[in-house]
């Protein structure tokens, strides 16, 4: 089976400009969640896909938003764009959403950093 | 409100020996499970290990194992036998509402 995709993996953007990222999660999972991952904060939980449905958000603006496709693929959009949002961006994927202590398996990241 | 604590930021063992990682987590749950994740210079989190609070019995995976204390909630990670390969970073995670809460991580490096 293939693993967590997260495409792309590097990413340069300018302050002001919005981006889009990308994930294919394991074949058969359908809850997809995202994490930024900065230096100074560590990780911190993004929000989370089930089905189609955020059934959990992070203490986030609203310029990180996300989506789920009904082939569990997930993209994450941040609009306006700031310098504090250069981070590593994962993606994880599990079976199934909500049983406790489900494993969550992660991708490589996409590197986002704005200018 | 989950906390996750790993006090050591960076650790260094030989190769061939044993290293102890730190975690204390804060929860009011009494039934819950823990992890442990390994980051590479890779980028990508691998699941080290799982250990579920009701249970007594450590867990253990190969050459990883916990000393999981629930009582003073502690939650460490014994590698043995370190091999080069195990240089990264290591994080301690607590898992609740379809999220999971990482401590900061502890950079382990591996001297030959």
């Known amino acids: 089976k293939a693993g967590v995709t997260q495409t792309p993996r590097y990413l340069i953007k300018t302050r002001g400009q919005q981006v889009t990222l990308s994930c294919s999660p394991i074949?058969?999972?359908?809850?997809v969640s995202w994490y930024q991952q900065t230096p100074g904060q560590g990780l911190q939980f993004l929000f989370e896909?089930?089905?189609?449905?955020?059934?959990n958000k992070g203490n986030f603006p609203g310029r990180f938003s996300g989506r789920q496709f009904s082939n569990s693929r997930s993209e994450m959009n941040v609009s306006t764009l700031e310098l504090g949002d250069s981070a590593l961006y994962l993606c994880?994927?599990?079976?199934?959403?909500?049983?406790?202590?489900?494993?969550?398996?992660f991708g490589s990241g996409t590197q986002l950093s704005v200018l | 409100a989950q906390t996750v604590t790993q006090s050591q930021p960076e650790m260094s063992v030989q190769e061939a020996e044993t290293v102890t990682l730190s975690c204390t987590y804060d929860?009011?749950?009494?039934?819950?499970?823990l992890f442990w994740y390994k980051q590479p210079p890779s980028r990508q989190m691998i699941l080290v290990i799982r250990?579920?609070?009701?249970?007594?019995q450590n867990a253990t995976e190969n050459r990883f194992s916990v000393n999981f204390q629930k009582a003073a909630k502690s939650f460490s990670l014994k590698i043995s036998d370190s091999q080069l390969g195990d240089a990264a970073m290591y994080f301690c995670?607590?898992?609740?509402?379809?999220?999971?809460?990482f401590g900061k991580g502890t950079k382990l490096s591996v001297i030959p």
């Open positions: 994880a994927s599990s079976a199934e959403q909500g049983r406790k202590g489900e494993k969550l398996f």
């Open positions: 074949s058969g999972h359908r809850s």
């Open positions: 896909y089930f089905s189609e449905t955020q059934r």
């Open positions: 929860t009011s749950e009494s039934d819950y499970y």
């Open positions: 250990q579920e609070a009701y249970k007594q």
């Open positions: 995670a607590y898992p609740r509402s379809y999220q999971l809460t």
